[in-house]
């Protein structure tokens, strides 16, 4: 059994260091990851003592003390106008050394560009320790140092981070009479990386010879951002111009273990708490004069012992110390009652960070700027064209890249169905939606989203252009974007005859940059009716894990599924369908749970009679039914294709009037064309109970595909942007014109 903290969930991890300080054989080393944030490393030379996970904070959890007093306090005007608020810190320093005591603090080191802990024994040494440093603090080897100096009596006074301290709770195993922790209220440790690539941009590249987070010459008692340069001149940003503030308070470049911080509450593990006594004027109007007022919580008795000296023996240089009350001042201090949550978009952040720089990088990291805008049926009123879009996006998450779908307008300006709500409410709890607008407004996107990406499923058929325009055909993309078509459908394998049609689609599929299309018969549409050389690729539902279609399926309130049971999903019910439904569970045994359509329920719910029917099922039951069914029938393409994720049984009906390309495509691909029935040329008579399914050969193929799906994907990402090509596009004009007037011809001469 592995004694280590190799064990310990990565997001909880602090970087506290308490592990490498413990570790007696020096196994432990700590790395920066490509995000910049720091981690320990068990290396081989671990010897599996387990005193690593001894001191570990998350393996062992610091005790909290009991809710605590609070208090406004005010230092000197002139200690506080060199600190952050009120100058607590000061006194306690200089309290501490007044004793023969020794002051641990974070410093910046000499380039400003990271920030560490280190010791101070001299009043001198602690003017380096006031001021916020909002970026993650390194604690190097300051808990041996400190515990040396505990073991030989002297006075030690160690501040910082909550998790900083319990770090050094875990590695000391006790209390120290001579000991007095001091920590802050921590809105989160911070990217090292991500504050580089700041500090790179906010300093033009000049020397700095001084920075400060919260430099009172210029703002008093605020949160801004002030370089002073060695060529004597000086940059300032106020709170609302410093993007570094976006960053961390909107939870995009903190640690992962901030999202759940467990000592952002009120409770604390410190003998006395320091931070900002924000809004103290609701209090008392006395208690601001807005130069800085700390907050303090005294937690412990200790804590209280030197606080109250401090006030005693320094009290020249205190000038207010009132007791508050702390549900009051709590409510202007988020981090003493909940942890900074992570920003949704903020991997987005990270895989934009190299290249785009920190506030280039902010804008996707603060959902403001998106890789791709997702155009296609992912709004429609159907669970297939759900999920489908629902992978495509995930898989482009998965490569860093940050999505926002599209809304589609009709052309007359109607509403789109009812139902389609259930699935704007399933996306929009995992992706972001951008607003609604009309057809005449859909190229303000072209504003926020660096590209533009049509989805899966049948946007190229005749009836959806004389329903939408040419919107999915990404007539509304300016010039420029990079537009990608990922296995989109013509449906039933074939395209309008109208020849104002195919001009106008042909000229706008030719500016594409990458064209894939779902079925085979879509290569040859293409290439015949557009002249537009495209690839055929799997449907993207395939392409993701089933572990992230188990994790939707855990969100389903359906509870009562029978052990055994025969799954139909069915779009078009009709007595035929019924009939092969019945023969199937009657042959197997098996209990018939059946979800209709989406949209389809309303109107077809008396046409089905055999089994339960689960009405109003959200997208989260569909999959959960899939994922849970003993066997599967079906009308729909991606109904087979959640079978065959899951690798389940199934009968798939090949429904002719929706198109049945799509079926007898991942028939062919997959090796299990054996499964679709048509009717009525097949019909029940006919059907004779079917072998299983030899999963072991067709994920095989289904890995292939999906591996050529994404290849194409990443190609089609990386390729370059085609070039404008006014001359070609007129070119292109006159070849449909000259084909038209070819085949009026042929009709004439005929």
Request: hydrophobic residues 35%; proline residues 3%.
């Amino acid at each position: 059994m592995d004694k280590s903290i190799i064990n310990v969930n990565r997001v909880d991890c602090t970087g506290c260091g308490a592990c490498k300080v413990a570790c007696p054989v020096d196994a432990i080393k700590l790395e920066y990851d490509a995000d910049g944030f720091l981690y320990p490393l068990v290396t081989d030379a671990c010897i599996n003592c387990g005193q690593c996970s001894k001191s570990c904070q998350v393996v062992h959890p610091i005790e909290k003390y009991p809710t605590p007093k609070a208090y406004a306090f005010m230092a000197s005007q002139q200690i506080r106008e060199v600190s952050s608020s009120g100058g607590l810190f000061s006194l306690l320093a200089t309290y501490v050394i007044g004793q023969g005591g020794v002051v641990f603090g974070a410093v910046y080191a000499d380039d400003y560009r990271s920030v560490y802990m280190t010791k101070a024994e001299s009043i001198e040494d602690i003017a380096p320790m006031r001021g916020s440093k909002y970026v993650f603090c390194e604690t190097k080897d300051t808990y041996k140092e400190a515990k040396e100096l505990l073991d030989a009596g002297r006075q030690v006074l160690y501040t910082g981070t909550p998790c900083q301290l319990a770090g050094f709770r875990a590695y000391l195993g006790k209390d120290y009479d001579n000991l007095l922790l001091v920590d802050c209220v921590c809105h989160g440790a911070n990217s090292v990386k991500a504050y580089e690539s700041w500090l790179d941009e906010f300093t033009e590249g000049k020397e700095l010879k001084k920075f400060d987070f919260r430099d009172k010459n210029y703002y008093k008692w605020s949160s801004s951002a002030v370089a002073y340069f060695k060529d004597g001149t000086v940059k300032k940003q106020a709170h609302r111009e410093c993007f570094w503030y976006n960053g961390f308070l909107e939870g995009v470049i903190n640690r992962d273990n901030c999202d759940h911080c467990a000592y952002a509450c009120a409770e604390r593990i410190a003998d006395i708490t320091m931070g900002d006594a924000w809004q103290v004027s609701r209090i008392n109007k006395d208690y601001n004069d807005g130069i800085g007022t700390s907050l303090v919580l005294v937690n412990t008795e200790k804590g209280e012992t030197v606080f109250n000296r401090i006030q005693k023996e320094l009290k020249n240089l205190v000038t207010l110390c009132e007791e508050i009350p702390l549900e009051e001042i709590r409510k202007y201090n988020g981090n003493i009652n909940y942890s900074q949550k992570q920003s949704p978009a903020r991997k987005f952040f990270f895989s934009h960070l190299d290249e785009m720089g920190y506030h280039n990088a902010l804008w996707y990291g603060r959902g403001r700027r998106w890789d791709f805008g997702i155009v296609g049926w992912w709004f429609a009123s159907n669970y297939g064209s759900a999920l489908t879009y629902y992978a495509l996006a995930k898989q482009l998450e998965n490569m860093g890249k940050a999505s926002i779908f599209i809304p589609i307008p009709k052309l007359d300006g109607t509403p789109w169905d009812d139902d389609t709500k259930y699935v704007e409410a399933f996306i929009g709890k995992h992706f972001h939606i951008a607003k609604k607008r009309d057809k005449n407004h859909m190229h303000e996107m072209n504003h926020f989203c660096d590209a533009f990406m049509l989805g899966s499923d049948q946007m190229w058929r005749e009836s959806t252009t004389k329903l939408v325009g040419h919107t999915f055909f990404l007539d509304f993309v300016a010039q420029g974007k990079k537009k990608i078509a990922c296995a989109p459908s013509f449906g039933v394998g074939r395209y309008s005859k109208d020849p104002n049609m195919i001009m106008e689609a042909s000229v706008l599929l030719d500016s594409f940059d990458a064209v894939s299309v779902r079925e085979t018969s879509g290569v040859d549409i293409c290439r015949e009716v557009f002249g537009v050389e495209a690839q055929q690729i799997i449907d993207p539902i395939f392409w993701i894990d089933t572990s992230v279609y188990d994790e939707i399926a855990e969100q389903s309130s359906l509870k009562d599924l029978p052990e055994k049971y025969l799954f139909c999903y069915v779009l078009d019910p009709n007595d035929e369908k019924i009939k092969i439904a019945e023969r199937i569970a009657a042959e197997r045994n098996l209990e018939v749970i059946t979800i209709l359509g989406m949209r389809e329920a309303k109107y077809t719910r008396d046409k089905w009679t055999v089994g339960r029917i689960i009405d109003n099922a959200s997208v989260e039951d569909f999959v959960n039914a899939i994922r849970k069914c003993e066997y599967m029938f079906t009308d729909s393409h991606h109904g087979v294709c959640l079978a065959i994720k899951y690798n389940r049984n199934y009968v798939a009906v090949g429904n002719v009037a929706r198109g049945l390309d799509r079926f007898t495509t991942v028939g062919n691909l997959l090796g299990v064309n054996n499964r679709i029935i048509t009717l009525p040329h097949e019909g029940v008579n006919d059907y004779a109970e079917m072998p299983d399914i030899d999963y072991t050969v067709v994920n095989e193929k289904l890995s292939y595909e999906i591996n050529r799906g994404k290849t194409w994907l990443i190609d089609a990402i990386e390729r370059p942007v085609k070039p404008e090509k006014p001359i070609t596009t007129l070119f292109k004009r006159v070849q449909l014109l000259e084909k038209e007037v070819a085949k009026l011809k042929q009709k004439i001469n005929n």
